[in-house]
């Protein structure tokens, strides 16, 4: 039973026996005491002592705990005895021992291992460190990269990648184990040596401290540079994207293209014109247009102007410009924001006015049918429409606009069809949107028992758009029936609900009365049918 100490070297704790503490205590004074003279003893003891903890990590395992003396032995084959080394100036005949000593002891040298190389790095130093572990040129493997990101994009991936997964060469150990050399107290030295040599002969030579301004200065320089062309090139993306956005802001203000809501070849024929049928009065109109044009013309000049400054490098303040133009903008937004209050003012009341058409046929049927499109187009159908504003027109000095609603409903008792035209209007006051209820035109043409609609309406342009509407509601008594036609998908006809339609066809379908609501008779299908 032999008695065991606890140690710290390099960091890590170990339990050891007494013998082995003491040949071990012995082996690393005498180390010192051999690099009594050099500058860097204590960073090269540390570099000893964690490779010393490597090669205990190894012998140790489940069954073994301790330490022992032959552990010690083997240590000091691999490592070296200190005796072996000196810390004279290497001469001819020292460099012919120590490299004897260390082909003898290092056949057992650990291998290689992937590290980042920090001394030679120009971004993370990934590829300086696949150099050492590939025997390549560093150029090469800096080359195979290039050409990855160039050719196939993934070159910065993998790079990045590699840089977050490789650890970085900090330690003596590491570097040494990088370069795939032994590590002992040989290589550990000389490691310090070169490090020692190459700043003393810059320092020598009067160059280290230029060399450090200068790495110093290539790196801000480097860095402004970058900057620089980054900017060039965010500049050169402003006057672009600007320049784009300026000539697309005019095609659609000033162009018949159509981009707009109510303005193109099928609608009002620019943004004028159809503000024109918004806004009461060509005053207002116009200078809705204008606070439109400076709302969005000043940003996209802004950014121009800034584009243009950095990609020229223009150091010129145009400050009362700037301001002068914010008071403009701010204005101009003002002018929006009180002319669309105005606008939701006009259009607060909602009334309309109604009446019947008389119907003096008795026939138990009564076919509605669609008339020919004279505005829009017979084969458009409502299904095919996204936004009713493609169904606005203007002629003539009037307003067209398209789908009429047809609403079926049952009369609850016998007698004749009854049919009755709903118009309504939104307006300043009641008085308002009654009168302008009255002025939309609908022709309706009852002939026997053939009611035949129109697919348009239209209000005069004075009335401006102020959500009119019509609405042919048909009443069928008990015991009669509807016979839609082949047209009536050119108009909305409610099937279902309030605000649902029915996506399919009705051509061609009849519809009876029931209890509070019409059933197909093609479908069986029961629907209520009923005014908004």
């Not at 990648?161 to 003596?172: D, H, M």
């Not at 802004?302 to 400050?319: E, H, M, P």
């Not at 009341?349 to 509605?368: C, F, K, Q, R």
Request: charged share 25%; proline share 3%; glycine share 6%.
């Amino acid at each position: 039973m032999n008695k065991t100490i606890s140690i710290n070297i390099g960091g890590f704790v170990f339990n050891i026996e007494e013998d082995a503490y003491q040949k071990l205590y012995h082996y690393l004074n005498t180390i010192k005491k051999n690099f009594t003279s050099e500058e860097e003893r204590e960073e090269i003891m540390h570099d000893i002592e964690l490779r010393i903890a490597e090669i205990f990590q190894a012998c140790l395992s489940a069954s073994k705990q301790v330490i022992m003396d032959k552990d010690i032995e083997q240590m000091i084959e691999i490592m070296g005895r200190p005796e072996d080394y000196v810390s004279d100036e290497f001469n001819a005949e020292s460099d012919k021992k120590s490299s004897s000593k260390s082909d003898s002891n290092f056949q057992n040298t650990s291998s290689k291992r992937l590290f980042r190389d920090p001394e030679n790095e120009t971004l993370g130093g990934v590829c300086a460190g696949l150099a050492h572990y590939t025997n390549l040129d560093v150029a090469i493997v800096r080359l195979i990269f290039v050409l990855m990101t160039i050719l196939g994009g993934s070159g910065i991936l993998i790079y990045v990648i590699l840089w977050i997964v490789i650890p970085e060469a900090k330690s003596t150990n590491d570097k040494l184990q990088m370069k795939g050399q032994s590590i002992n107290i040989e290589s550990i030295k000389e490691h310090f040596i070169n490090i020692k040599n190459d700043i003393k002969e810059k320092a020598s030579n009067g160059k280290f401290r230029k060399s450090v301004n200068e790495t110093f200065d290539k790196g801000v320089e480097v860095g402004s540079s970058a900057v620089k062309a980054l900017s060039k090139i965010i500049g050169g993306i402003f006057i672009l994207g600007g320049s784009f956005a300026l000539i697309f802001l005019f095609v659609v203000l000033f162009g018949d293209t159509g981009l707009l809501p109510l303005a193109g070849t099928e609608h009002a024929e620019n943004l004028g014109t159809m503000l024109d049928i918004l806004y009461p009065g060509t005053m207002q109109s116009s200078l809705v247009f204008l606070a439109i044009l400076v709302v969005t013309l000043i940003p996209i000049i802004s950014i121009i102007i800034t584009g243009t400054k950095v990609l020229f490098n223009i150091k010129q303040r145009f400050k009362t410009i700037a301001i002068t133009a914010t008071i403009i903008w701010f204005a101009a937004a003002g002018t929006l924001v009180i002319t669309g209050i105005n606008l939701g003012m006009s259009m607060r009341a909602h009334t309309g006015v109604e009446y019947n058409l008389p119907m003096t046929d008795s026939s138990n049927v009564l076919l509605i049918d669609v008339a020919d499109d004279q505005i829009f187009s017979n084969h458009l159908e409502y299904d095919d429409v996204w936004n009713h504003t493609e169904l606005i027109r203007l002629k003539d000095d009037r307003i067209y606009l398209g789908y009429p609603e047809l609403f079926l409903t049952e009369k609850g008792d016998s007698g004749n069809f009854e049919i009755i035209v709903h118009k309504t209007s939104n307006g300043l006051s009641n008085k308002d949107a009654i009168g302008k209820s009255e002025n939309i035109e609908y022709p309706v043409s009852i002939n026997h028992n053939k009611l035949l609609l129109n697919p348009y309406f239209s209000v005069p342009i004075t009335d401006k758009l102020r959500n009119q509407k019509v609405q042919v509601e048909v009443r069928i008594p008990l015991g009669k029936e509807v016979k839609l036609g082949n047209g009536i998908d050119r108009i909305e006809f409610r099937a279902v609900g309030k605000n649902r339609y029915d996506e399919n066809s009705c051509a061609n379908t009849t519809w009876k009365p029931a209890f509070r609501r019409v059933i197909c008779v093609e479908c069986k299908e029961s629907r209520e049918m009923h005014l908004p």
